[in-house]
């Protein structure tokens, strides 16, 4: 770190990269007030700002004290602000913010930026991967159905349940971002966030509370800056071996239908890892679809004989998936307990709180009480591990309402964006106390800052049943890319999709492409959609099956090699779906690729995402790719090859140490 | 006014009503710094400002200077701006503004309010007629198509064409509003501004640059504040007196259609007051529809033997009318002109700037420049009314782009909300200096600050031939309600409606309920729509022309009444269709009302604006009023009364001098 402060101008850089660039003409930190409004339906937020006050701190003194450099911003003659300057052990710069006034709760800050600079991350990001040129907020909410104003689907979504979303609504939001500097750079709030990319000459990051610090170093290549990164944020621990032993079918309706889909899809040669039961715990029917039980224990009567079959499937191979969120359903027993214990998230004035999930009301399991963290664990080890589940989708965590009241006394705001990690934390602690950290599988949509040493896997959420690039299968790509960048190393998503409105059907041809796309992710698991019925599902047909049983030998193949890239992920923060420009940093084009990733080292996957196509074009970096089903070998640049049904467009590296496994895929 | 200074509190009152609480601790006015983006497409724009600074003005020094109070407000430390308060010679409270640092761009000025105030006006305003709870952008635009979010026309709208606007989107914004405590408020600008009424204690008037001044008076009664703020804007002149004599039909076609509609309305029995024939000047076909060919002048091809007819017309009582705006045809003999005189806008280099209107382009004729506006109110002399027209549509004036280059040195941005303004002016000049001012009509939707004394009618722009609130029938009340408060009495709409895209076509009903409608206002105008063959039209079956041959009688019969209250507007500016409480300022749910009006002092109309509806619930404030068509007796509060199609629910004071006039409309 080197701080100079000449004629005024005040100019702070770390490992040769100019970071802030601050002088009275032209300040680059901001304070002032707002006042915020949340507007919540369903886990979509209608967020408006009135900022009343935008101060720009021009004058500033600093000053050396011990290990740190504290410069003091003031404002109309007053210290408003300190930043306390340090290089951490591991020399990581380190920007902490002490507000000396503590009216203000906004606070803006420019990072100094070049023009053709690029950035990338915030979480997980459905649309944009390269995010120069647009603002994103960072506010955890449902991602949105569409997710464009301009399509049809959005409009509807938002008229009918103001739910259309926009390109920059995630589950998964974090006020960390990555630039093609190699350079990371965090700003460490749980507040609402919006960092802005469409300056040329800043990122200017906003935040709705004064952060408690900005984080920032630079790396030589993007492999060690995400080894840097989780090294801050933390890694997800190995996949439990069984999960590359095939798919995880999506399955509902009760045990006989769960054991006959086995049986069925078992015989048709599918290789069947597990079965996901998101129904385990019963069923609510609601105009949205089939909607679940949320009482998070074995629901005796559509799931009869579940607690021997459960252990019959695991010795046959075929591990049992359930579901639970931190929510419980209103008047049920585990929301009775909770009630009665002072468990739930109140109103301000400490009566009943509940929220609306679509026709049916929940308590919010208060996470900032330790007691309800340790009964809520309880409620997982007990109900479902010592149950026999080896794995659940840990759904929500978005819909903290920001007028709740909570256990440790911070507002609601504050903690909305944390309730990710915090339900994350939740479920890991109960694995691991339950000895079963390298066995049991969970995955969550929703994410934030931390999230990456206590959530296991992600899934990208609720995509459309759909072709649409911001809400369909192609939008699953860029969310693992910024999120693996992030140290999510581990991403998958529902195989064909899931959110089946407005008009939307799962076509065979999605289903398909969806599964080619899966059988080249750490993970493979279907889901029906919330209208299973509207759906083309895997056992649809003969030809579906035989399909889908031709991409879990595939995927079962590449075990050895997806099982080393977990294992990288684990121990480095090495993403398993990596961008282009992980390994190949001087390929210009490779920055803009979103579309595209590596799996691992050395397969280069083009999934294709767009309907009746069956030529690709797909753009290779500098190096000798083969195709993996013509056998041709590419040596970069933009090309084209045949990709019908089941031939995605996928490519090894000929220089792969695994090239004798890599080249037997086509003869799968 | 009194200003009181006590305990660092300024309190500024002006007839008992108390405008400006300012205090360190609440400051009430603000400057700032932000950067605005104007994206326009076919007068259809983009807005977004990127506020770098919005600074408190906590400190202040008063200071008395002859005539004037000077209160300056002082920012870190710095005096910023000054606020000259005055009363003028009409007793009016004027503070004027100085910016005393060049740099701010940004000013928010607080207007102390109460929580229970109604506020109206801001220009032509479609949606809201009281606009307390939301904020009204003020930016001269196209209107919108559909103008409702929710709307799937406006979807439509919006992704076809950027075109479907939102609640506040209007051809004629003014910064200007009228309170229920019977003030109005004004800011002089012409620059980017946005009122918000979002506030319990205070309206924020935010513009885009430092003001010349803020003006403000009070009154005793509504009726003597309309006569103050058209003291201040100016007054319409009265209306030629042919216009009551029947409606004006809008064809288009050439001298043959046109003579034959005529001919064949008058048989049927339709009182003709005036034939309007946009295309006398030839058209163009687009995409759109029909269009109009810019150059202004007579085209004989279209219209053969016009030069004779036209006087032949006006000698058998009908008058001819045509089209102008202030944007000339590219490559046209007028924009060849304009461009060799060096009259047209340039881009800032000087280089052609041409505006696309959708599949054509036009040159901006620059009205800054003094001589090009008499060389354009020559073409209206010479071309137009030389020519024998007796009144035009003039249209449009809201597509001034803000990156244009303009003969007075003034930025574009500045100059965009004045446009409309200054294409009043020119027209209203080559009128006056014809001699023909009590004899030629006019009418523009666009409009601005100071059109009242220019533009002698105003229509209500481009409505969607359909029965949505937002952009149909309905819309138009609020728009001559709103626009009537700001002194423009005469106001009318296309009978049926204009826009015919995106499926909507207009129907018989919409049509007659329309012209019923029509009847009770000061200006009957048929239009035939951008896609005459989609619509309904006037002669499109016999009952249509009997239905308007009924109604423009009943117009006709007005004609004294009329003419009583269009000079009612002349004189005193008190607007011919009135809001409720124009006359019963103690009825409270008379301030709410929007889609009713009075017409005239003893007219009440409720029009039937929705489809299907035979039966109109009617809200009458507390007097005798006398349901026109079945002369039953209504004291006030919510009726019913029927309302079938011939029987727009009308209803006259039983206390009106004109008693015996208006008994007679059910005879008709």
């Not at 715990?281 to 679940?292: D, H, Y």
């Given at each position: 770190m080197d701080i100079s402060n000449n004629e005024s101008a005040l100019i702070i850089t770390h490992k040769n990269r100019t970071i802030f660039k601050h002088?009275?003409?032209?300040?680059?930190?901001?304070?002032?007030?707002?006042?915020?409004?949340?507007?919540?339906?369903?886990?979509?937020?209608?967020?408006?700002?009135?900022?009343?006050?935008?101060?720009?701190?021009?004058?500033?003194?600093?000053?050396?004290?011990?290990?740190?450099?504290?410069?003091?911003?003031?404002?109309?003659?007053?210290?408003?602000?300190?930043?306390?300057?340090?290089?951490?052990?591991?020399?990581?710069?380190?920007?902490?913010?002490?507000?000396?006034?503590?009216?203000?709760?906004?606070?803006?800050?420019?990072?100094?930026?070049?023009?053709?600079?690029?950035?990338?991350?915030?979480?997980?990001?459905?649309?944009?991967?390269?995010?120069?040129?647009?603002?994103?907020?960072?506010?955890?909410?449902?991602?949105?159905?569409?997710?464009?104003?301009?399509?049809?689907?959005?409009?509807?979504?938002?008229?009918?349940?103001?739910?259309?979303?926009?390109?920059?609504?995630?589950?998964?939001?974090?006020?960390?971002?990555?630039?093609?500097?190699?350079?990371?750079?965090?700003?460490?709030?749980?507040?609402?966030?919006?960092?802005?990319?469409?300056?040329?000459?800043?990122?200017?990051?906003?935040?709705?509370?004064?952060?408690?610090?900005?984080?920032?170093?630079?790396?030589?290549?993007f492999p060690s800056l995400v080894e840097n990164i989780t090294g801050v944020f933390g890694r997800q621990p190995e996949l439990p071996d069984w999960v590359t032993n095939g798919v995880i079918l999506g399955i509902q309706g009760g045990t006989e239908i769960?054991?006959?889909?086995?049986?069925?899809?078992?015989?048709?040669?599918?290789?069947?890892?597990?079965?996901?039961?998101?129904?385990?715990?019963?069923?609510?029917?609601?105009?949205?679809?089939?909607?679940?039980?949320?009482?998070?224990?074995?629901?005796?009567?559509?799931?009869?004989?579940?607690?021997?079959?459960?252990?019959?499937?695991?010795?046959?191979?075929?591990?049992?998936?359930?579901?639970?969120?931190?929510?419980?359903?209103?008047?049920?027993?585990?929301?009775?307990?909770?009630a009665e214990k002072g468990y739930l998230a109140t109103?301000?004035?400490?009566?009943?709180?509940?929220?609306?999930?679509?026709?049916?009301?929940?308590?919010?399991?208060?996470?900032?009480?330790?007691?309800?963290?340790?009964?809520?664990?309880?409620?997982?080890?007990?109900?479902?591990?010592?149950?026999?589940?080896?794995?659940?989708?840990?759904?929500?965590?978005?819909?903290?309402?920001?007028?709740?009241?909570?256990?440790?006394?911070?507002?609601?705001?504050?903690?909305?964006?944390?309730?990710?990690?915090?339900?994350?934390?939740?479920?890991?602690?109960?694995?691991?106390?339950?000895?079963?950290?390298?066995?049991?599988?969970?995955?969550?949509?929703?994410?934030?800052?931390?999230?990456?040493?206590?959530?296991?896997t992600l899934w990208g959420g609720d995509q459309l049943v759909d072709w649409c690039i911001d809400d369909g299968l192609a939008s699953v790509i860029p969310a693992a890319l910024s999120s693996g960048l992030m140290g999510n190393g581990i991403h998958h998503s529902d195989i064909g999709g899931y959110t089946t409105l407005h008009g939307c059907k799962r076509s065979k041809e999605l289903f398909q492409r969806w599964a080619e796309m899966a059988a080249f992710t750490p993970i493979m698991r279907s889901h029906e959609g919330n209208r299973p019925g509207d759906n083309h599902q895997f056992d649809t047909d003969a030809e579906t099956l035989a399909h889908l049983a031709r991409m879990t030998k595939i995927f079962k193949h590449l075990k050895p090699y997806i099982k080393a890239a977990s294992k990288e992920n684990s121990e480095r923060g090495m993403p398993v779906q990596r961008p282009l420009f992980m390994h190949y940093e001087n390929d210009t084009e490779a920055y803009e690729i979103k579309f595209q990733y590596l799996f691992g080292r050395d397969l280069l996957v083009a999934p294709v995402y767009n309907q009746g196509e069956e030529v690709k074009k797909v753009y290779l970096p500098e190096d000798e790719w083969v195709h993996v089903w013509s056998g041709k070998t590419f040596t970069g640049g933009w090309i084209e090859v045949d990709a019908p049904i089941g031939q995605p467009a996928v490519f090894y590296r000929k220089a792969s140490k695994d090239v004798e496994l890599l080249s037997q895929i086509a003869a799968i």
């Open positions: 002088s009275a003409q032209n300040p680059s930190l901001f304070l002032g007030v707002g006042e915020a409004n949340y507007d919540m339906y369903r886990g979509n937020f209608d967020i408006t700002d009135y900022v009343t006050e935008r101060l720009p701190l021009r004058q500033y003194t600093v000053e050396e004290t011990g290990d740190k450099t504290v410069i003091t911003f003031n404002f109309d003659g007053q210290p408003a602000i300190k930043m306390l300057l340090s290089e951490t052990a591991e020399s990581r710069l380190k920007a902490e913010f002490e507000a000396l006034d503590p009216k203000y709760n906004r606070f803006w800050f420019r990072v100094a930026a070049t023009e053709d600079e690029k950035v990338y991350g915030c979480g997980e990001q459905l649309t944009y991967f390269n995010l120069r040129g647009k603002n994103f907020p960072l506010w955890s909410s449902e991602p949105g159905v569409g997710r464009n104003k301009d399509s049809y689907v959005t409009w509807l979504a938002d008229t009918k349940d103001k739910a259309g979303g926009d390109y920059y609504n995630t589950n998964y939001p974090q006020p960390t971002f990555v630039s093609d500097k190699k350079y990371f750079c965090h700003l460490e709030t749980t507040a609402y966030a919006d960092f802005d990319f469409t300056n040329d000459e800043f990122h200017e990051l906003q935040c709705w509370n004064i952060p408690e610090y900005l984080l920032l170093d630079a790396e030589e290549s769960t054991l006959e889909k086995i049986e069925a899809a078992k015989a048709a040669g599918v290789e069947v890892a597990g079965a996901w039961c998101q129904d385990w715990q019963g069923i609510k029917m609601t105009s949205f679809g089939k909607r679940l039980q949320w009482d998070w224990q074995w629901n005796k009567e559509l799931y009869p004989e579940l607690d021997t079959k459960i252990h019959q499937l695991k010795e046959e191979g075929v591990r049992f998936l359930g579901y639970i969120n931190p929510y419980v359903l209103e008047d049920f027993p585990l929301y009775n307990e909770a109103k301000q004035d400490g009566s009943k709180y509940v929220v609306d999930f679509g026709e049916f009301y929940c308590g919010v399991v208060d996470f900032t009480n330790p007691d309800a963290c340790e009964w809520y664990k309880g409620v997982i080890k007990t109900n479902m591990i010592d149950f026999g589940l080896d794995g659940w989708m840990g759904d929500f965590g978005e819909y903290l309402p920001t007028d709740c009241s909570l256990s440790n006394g911070v507002s609601a705001e504050i903690e909305h964006n944390k309730w990710p990690y915090r339900w994350a934390k939740v479920q890991h602690e109960a694995i691991e106390e339950a000895g079963k950290t390298d066995d049991i599988l969970f995955f969550m949509r929703a994410g934030g800052t931390g999230i990456q040493g206590n959530c296991h």
